[in-house]
């Protein structure tokens, strides 16, 4: 009877220690790598405090713009101003959001960042040198610029300060640097197209290739840049690949486009690089860039021929200065001595 009561008391020792080992295991297992989706941005109606006086209705056009860039660039579904303004006004909110009611703004569309934004600049100037009834001279120039402010929708219910993710100023600047010539005072295509500017459908194809449009993308670029060291985690689309579900460039006039912009490493000094990309090659300054170097050579498994190459990268700089249309100072923030001159540069860019 002794022996038994001993064999018992083992076996319910021994069963305790195996469940105390397999929790340990457990406890202390690698955990599954969690893999984050696309995050969901919400763009709320900006306050329009530009002095803009055409047909446009910049506070939804400008935000719009935006969310559709955000979408055709990132791994990113952004929720557009209109599909606010209208639940908005489904429960009795119209106009600009209140930031006490964000949070309930993004809980209905699931949207982990809102972006507010208020509007300071947006104008389109024409400079002509002229006497009438003789040629003359003419150029344009366009500015578009805007505050804002990114939230985290999460933090919001908490503390409105430790959700602001960040904030600052988004800018685009145009000057035309060819002068058009006017002959005895009669208007030229690009005098007519001033003239009807606001009359193009905003984000079209050629209200992209006007100043403004071309200052509205700059400014689009200089957000996207700030947004990414916002949300470390936004993630760039692939050349060719299909853009967002909630994208508004397949649902609306906006005419954007997705291509890769390729440049060189030129110099290296220490920590700086000069880079054959500027300030006509929609980059920005804080925009980072990865850096590649050449790979081995890839193969065809029957001909062996060579079909190219693989490239392999090497690190990651951001851009500092603009110092021409062709050329800018940049810090290497990734690859300390294993950047080199002659390396390429790649980034991802919407137009």
Do not use: C
């Amino acid at each position: 009877m002794a022996r038994m009561k001993f064999d018992r008391v083992a076996a319910v020792v021994l069963l305790a220690v195996l469940l105390i080992s397999g929790k340990g295991i457990a406890q202390n297992a690698p955990a599954k790598p969690v893999v984050e989706s696309d995050p969901v941005i919400l763009f709320a109606p900006f306050v329009d405090e530009s002095e803009f006086s055409g047909k446009w209705k910049l506070s939804e056009v400008v935000p719009q713009f935006l969310s559709a860039y955000i979408s055709e660039k990132y791994h990113a579904s952004s929720i557009p101003p209109a599909s606010v303004q209208i639940f908005g006004e489904t429960i009795g909110v119209t106009g600009i959001i209140p930031v006490a009611m964000l949070e309930r703004f993004a809980s209905h569309f699931r949207a982990r960042y809102v972006v507010t934004a208020m509007i300071t600049e947006f104008s389109i100037g024409r400079f002509i040198v002229a006497e009438q009834d003789l040629a003359g001279y003419e150029s344009f120039s366009a500015e578009v610029g805007f505050s804002y402010k990114i939230y985290d929708a999460q933090k919001l219910p908490m503390d409105v300060d430790r959700a602001l993710l960040s904030d600052g100023v988004a800018a685009g600047k145009v000057r035309d640097r060819a002068l058009g010539i006017t002959l005895f005072g009669k208007q030229t295509d690009r005098t007519n197209q001033y003239l009807t500017l606001d009359e193009l459908p905003f984000g079209g194809e050629r209200f992209n290739k006007t100043v403004i449009g071309e200052a509205m993308a700059r400014t689009a670029v200089d957000f996207a840049s700030k947004l990414e060291q916002a949300i470390v985690h936004l993630q760039l689309r692939e050349i060719g690949g299909a853009g967002s579900a909630a994208s508004l460039a397949r649902d609306t006039s906006f005419a954007l486009h997705r291509k890769q912009l390729n440049g060189e490493v030129l110099v290296v000094d220490s920590l700086e690089v000069f880079i054959n990309l500027g300030s006509d090659d929609d980059v920005v300054v804080g925009q980072r860039l990865p850096v590649y170097s050449k790979g081995e050579q890839l193969r065809d498994p029957n001909t062996h021929a060579v079909l190219g190459e693989s490239d392999r990268r090497v690190g990651e700089v951001q851009i500092m200065e603009l110092r021409a249309p062709h050329l800018s100072l940049a810090v290497i923030i990734q690859g300390v001595g294993l950047i080199a001159p002659r390396q390429k540069v790649r980034v991802n860019v919407v137009r």
